[in-house]
């Protein structure tokens, strides 16, 4: 058998040092009631945490189990009475930020143990799209009007099929798969406003589409106080420009197009916003809006191309650090019909940007 890594034995000291010493009651703590307290999201044998621990030849934990003892060790609160693991939305704003920094120095040491660069790097990156909690997540996509739609839209049609009916087809297709894959457990589904029920508003909520065709995106912006809004003008008749509030003055965002005529679009303007869910303050708000869909489409892979979100994560980190909520107007540039996923630090891609709360 190969010998354990110098960096494997440091990670397996750690979550021991946590176990044993994080707290002066801590010491009750065995690997057999820390197994019981992880086993709530999933079952967790003494054993498996025995060998994480091991001195002679540790096992790497996965990631998302250093991410619980990230979670557990945030706060004396989880050995207050039977020892468990609490939920991320009962931790306080202080220990959200302690579970934070005790995370990336958890998978910063594992990722040294494995020997993978690209993971060490990738641990400090944020997850926009990942949630610690149960969910559920709803994206709720804009509709098309009746006289938008193709024949395959109409129930009665026999190959009706009721995509036929979603404005924003691709920014949901990308964003839906991409949210599945990053919370495997969580329940995720997607539907028009017209079929949102009081419970679906609950939990975590995207939406898609500007206020035009998605009035659940206007009721939920004005709820959530954002400095963004979206209005409608004479002079566009092709979707909504945006007006956000600068040194309290407004500023009107507004499209690019090739052609006096305004038939080619060069550039679009896109919104990403996170806010708490003003209907549960547990759980969260996203905007993925744009005054055109390729505005909504640019929003979305800004944090799901692979080229991309990286860095556009580390932006979001760099800037708005722990805020509970922003909000970023961006350009998105519009090449041989298709939107290129705009770059957050590229010059003159972010047009404007808000955060408040926690930092």
């Known amino acids: 058998m190969q010998p354990a890594s110098h960096e494997a034995i440091q990670l397996a000291q750690r979550l021991r040092q946590l176990r044993e010493q994080q707290w002066p009651d801590a010491r009750r703590l065995t690997q057999k009631t820390l197994a019981l307290a992880f086993s709530a ?3 967790l044998a003494a054993a498996t945490v025995s060998s994480w621990e091991s001195g002679n030849a540790p096992k790497l934990p996965p990631p998302y189990r250093l991410r619980a003892y990230a979670r557990f060790f945030a706060t004396p609160r ?3 009475g039977s020892p468990r693991l ?4 009962e931790l306080t704003l202080d220990e959200q930020a302690a579970c934070k920094r005790l995370e990336a120095d958890l998978l910063k040491l594992r990722s040294r143990a494995a020997g993978d660069p690209a993971e060490e790097h990738a641990a400090f990156i944020g997850r926009t799209w990942h949630f610690t909690d149960s969910g559920p997540v709803t994206l709720v996509c804009a509709k098309l009007p009746d006289d938008q739609t193709g024949p395959l839209a109409s129930p009665s049609n026999p190959n009706f099929t009721e995509l036929q009916t979603f404005a924003d087809v691709g920014a949901l297709t990308e964003l839906h798969g991409h949210i599945r894959a990053e919370n495997p457990r969580m329940t995720v589904h997607f539907m ?3 079929g ?3 419970d679906d508003l ?3 909520i995207i ?3 500007g206020v035009v065709w998605n009035e659940i995106t206007e009721e939920l912006a004005e709820m959530a106080e ?5 209005f409608g003008h004479p002079d566009l008749d092709t979707g909504e420009i945006f007006i956000a509030t600068i040194d309290g003055e407004e500023r009107e965002f507004w499209p690019k197009w090739k052609n006096k005529e305004g038939t080619l679009l060069t550039e679009d303007v896109g919104l990403l916003a996170r806010v708490p869910n003003p209907l549960n303050s547990n759980r969260t708000l996203t905007i993925c809006n744009g005054i055109h869909s390729r505005g909504v489409y640019g929003a979305v892979r800004t944090l799901t191309d692979t080229h991309f979100r990286d860095a556009n994560e580390r932006y979001i980190s760099a800037n708005f650090g722990n805020a509970t909520s922003f909000a970023i107007l961006m350009s998105v540039k519009i090449m041989s019909n298709k939107a290129i996923t705009p770059d957050f630090s590229n010059r003159g891609v972010v047009l404007f940007q808000w955060s408040q709360g926690a930092s």
């Open 196 to 198: 949102v029920k009081d």
């Open 226 to 230: 954002l400095p963004v809004r979206q």
């Open 202 to 204: 609950t939990g975590h």
């Open 207 to 209: 939406v898609l589409g």
């Open 192 to 194: 028009t406003p017209g």
């Open 41 to 43: 999201e999933e079952a």
């Open 78 to 80: 989880s050995i207050e």
């Open 86 to 89: 609490l939920p991320w939305e």
